[in-house]
């Protein structure tokens, strides 16, 4: 299994410019997530999605979109990259939306706006 | 809204020390918690976690925390600290009903020749 598989790894963009954080899992879990990592601030979940099909809103979902067309694959969207985005993306998916199950974390894709 | 405080953003130790890590959350209700570790350039990997089975939970690299209740507390804590162990390590509850996890700010473990 590949796992939580994240790319790219680094991006720059320029303000404005719009851009696809690709997510893909080979575990065939339903729950996946994007958080976003931010000095001194820890991880702060975008948007989450439970199955194919289905999507939700979370903490800071302003300025991204989510789409989930299969279990394997879920996407963040940037329609208009700002400075304020300048962050490290994670990408991660559980079996379930249990409250025990531990979710699986990618490597990060680093996002850098100008 | 569920908090989770870890204190001290970084901490620095000699090798063979102990490692002591705090994290403390609010929540009337007792939460489920975690404690994951991130190594440098790479994502978060779960150490740990509390499901109300054992309040002593033993997790991967000789590491272990306790649930305190009472203290609203879940401490990470390893006896002898190795080099390898130089990472930042974040802890993280989830209600009940919620759908996500809330993370602390993360602490930085530095280990010391």
């Known amino acids: 299994n590949a796992g939580v598989t994240q790319t790219p790894k680094f991006q720059v963009l320029k303000t404005g410019q719009s851009m696809t954080l690709q997510c893909a899992q080979d575990?065939?879990?339903?729950?996946m997530s994007w958080y976003r990592q931010d000095p001194g601030m820890g991880l702060r979940l975008i948007h989450y999605?439970?199955?194919?099909?289905?999507?939700d809103q979370g903490e800071v979902p302003n300025g991204y979109n989510v789409s989930r067309s299969t279990t394997e694959d879920f996407p963040l969207r940037l329609l208009s990259a700002a400075p304020s985005q300048t962050s490290v993306y994670f990408c991660?998916?559980?079996?379930?939306?249990?409250?025990?199950?531990?979710?699986?974390f990618g490597p990060g894709t680093r996002l850098l706006v100008l | 809204a569920q908090s989770v405080t870890q204190l001290g953003s970084h901490v620095s130790v000699s090798e063979g020390a102990l490692v002591l890590l705090r994290c403390n959350y609010s929540?009337?209700?007792?939460?489920?918690l975690f404690w994951y570790v991130q190594y440098p350039n790479q994502g978060l990997q779960l150490l740990l976690k509390y499901t109300s089975a054992a309040t002593l939970v033993k997790g991967i690299n000789g590491f272990e925390a306790e649930f305190k209740k009472s203290e609203t507390s879940f401490h990470l804590t390893k006896p002898s600290a190795h080099m390898s162990d130089a990472a930042e390590y974040f802890c993280a509850v989830k209600d009940p009903g919620r759908r996500a996890l809330t993370f602390g700010s993360g602490t930085r473990l530095q280990v010391q020749p």
């Open positions: 929540s009337s209700v007792p939460p489920y």
């Open positions: 575990m065939n879990h339903e729950y």
């Open positions: 999605s439970v199955g194919a099909g289905i999507t």
């Open positions: 991660a998916s559980s079996y379930a939306l249990a409250v025990q199950e531990t979710q699986y």
